[in-house]
């Protein structure tokens, strides 16, 4: 009988002892599950403005050049002939982009493409100096650059070079649109 009494209050205790562990566990539990945690970060903008218009994503934009700023005495305003040199200006406009990217401006031009027939002199911006591998130009914009709001400019000088040939039309034929010059701009977050 005393065997079946000490085997009661070891049960017993036993039972207590899993009754208390339990409890004091459910309550730990209890308290990490009503733990409202709450992480809120807002994703930086992406919007680049290249001569006012909207680019998106990583895809080749073409540049609309439809006005160079001719450089002549031997052609009317506004018209180009060979021998004739002009300026075209690209504006690279971070407006609200929240980080900070690298661009490289892609030209092809008659030295790359016998196509093409406008050949580049000289290119040069406002910003940190472009880095230029064959006909690859690239810059940076950097996070200071588009707090301050700064627009990078950058001025591409060329020249309609006719190799002295003498090239002779037919006026009732119809031409061809001219492909004078082909600029690409790419745009990537900095890493």
């Not at 065997?3 to 004091?24: A, D, E, G, N, P």
């Not at 061809?176 to 990537?188: H, L, Q, T, W």
Request: net charge negative; aromatic share 6%; charged share 25%.
């Amino acid at each position: 009988m005393i065997k079946k009494k000490k085997r009661l209050v070891i049960t017993l205790l036993i039972v207590i002892s899993c009754f208390i562990y339990l409890r004091q566990n459910s309550t730990y539990t209890s308290y990490e599950s009503e733990v409202e945690g709450r992480v809120e970060a807002s994703v930086a903008n992406w919007k680049i403005k290249v001569n006012n218009t909207l680019i998106t994503g990583e895809e080749n934009q073409a540049i609309d050049i439809n006005t160079v700023e001719w450089k002549t005495d031997h052609t009317m305003e506004g018209t180009a002939s060979p021998g004739t040199g002009g300026t075209i200006t690209i504006t690279i406009d971070p407006t609200t982009t929240g980080v900070p990217f690298d661009y490289t401006l892609t030209i092809i031009d008659h030295t790359v493409n016998p196509d093409k027939i406008l050949t580049v002199t000289g290119v040069e911006n406002t910003l940190s100096p472009l880095i230029k591998e064959n006909n690859t130009y690239q810059g940076t914009m950097t996070l200071n650059d588009i707090k301050d709001k700064k627009t990078d400019t950058i001025k591409i000088h060329v020249f309609w070079d006719d190799g002295g040939q003498d090239i002779e039309v037919n006026p009732d034929e119809d031409t061809e649109s001219i492909d004078m010059i082909e600029i690409d701009f790419k745009a990537s977050q900095k890493k």
